[in-house]
T-cell receptor, first 113, second 108 residues
Framework: DTGVSQNPRHKITKRGQNVTFRCDPI?????LYWYRQTLGQGPEFLTY????????KSRLLSDRFSAERPKGSFSTLEIQRTEQGDSAMYLC???????????FGQGTRLTVV | RKEVEQDPGPFNVPEGATVAFNCTYS??????FFWYRQDCRKEPKLLMS???SGNEDGRFTAQLNRASQYISLLIRDSKLSDSATYLC?????????FGAGTRLTVKP
């Protein structure tokens, strides 16, 4: 399967714990995006990478959130000191360049209890 | 004002009906436009790109009006399997913005 892969698919964590999600984009895709989606809403932009460079971060991305793409391939999204409001689906997408279509992974559903 | 706005619906239509969705965007410098389909608790999947001249893919027709900054999607001869949320997507040089989605239910 050469699509976008996200792990884990589901994560349940206690409030205050740290969690890390991984995204493996489609090979040769230079752009990688992270989004958050809650029920009934469209995906909200969090951040994106052009190769290994993180070029933009949404103001939604508080200091507790950090994302990396160290070698320009896979990316990780870490949430520190999770809060109940962090419960959402976290989606990763990749595209070849700025103007081409993006393809999504199946997402990681986070539940903070 | 939201960057990408869609009528949330829901649109409830009978099989065979024609239904149209509109989407407006605020950034006149936006470069690329897409419609995605999202089924319940699944990831968004690309339905079609939207070109300036308009484009058609089977029962689906997409149009772009740059002057008025809106995009439309027309679905003809609706099928039960078309039931989903349709997301309007606007790509700028820096990022990709989604509308909140329009929910469509096609009924027998």
């Amino acid at each position: 399967d050469t699509g976008v892969s996200q792990n884990p698919r589901h994560k349940i964590t206690k409030r205050g714990q740290n969690v890390t999600f991984r995204c493996d984009p489609i090979s040769e895709h230079n752009r990688l995006y992270w989004y958050r989606q809650t029920l009934g809403q469209g995906p909200e932009f969090l951040t994106y990478f052009q190769n290994e460079a993180q070029l933009e971060k949404s103001r939604l991305l508080s200091d507790r959130f950090s994302a990396e793409r160290p070698k320009g391939s896979f990316s990780t999204l870490e949430i520190q000191r999770t809060e109940q409001g962090d419960s959402a689906m976290y989606l990763c997408a990749s595209s070849f360049n700025a103007n081409t279509e993006a393809f999504f992974g199946q997402g990681t559903r986070l539940t903070v209890v | 004002r939201k960057e990408v706005e869609q009528d949330p619906g829901p649109f409830n239509v009978p099989e065979g009906a024609t239904v149209a969705f509109n989407c407006t965007y605020s950034n006149s410098a936006s470069q690329s436009f897409f419609w995605y389909r999202q089924d319940c608790r699944k990831e968004p999947k690309l339905l079609m790109s939207v070109y300036s001249s308009g484009n058609e893919d089977g029962r689906f027709t997409a149009q772009l009006n740059r002057a008025s900054q809106y995009i439309s999607l027309l679905i003809r001869d609706s099928k039960l399997s078309d039931s989903a949320t349709y997301l309007c997507v606007v790509k700028e040089s820096n990022d990709m913005r989604f509308g909140a989605g329009t929910r469509l239910t096609v009924k027998p």
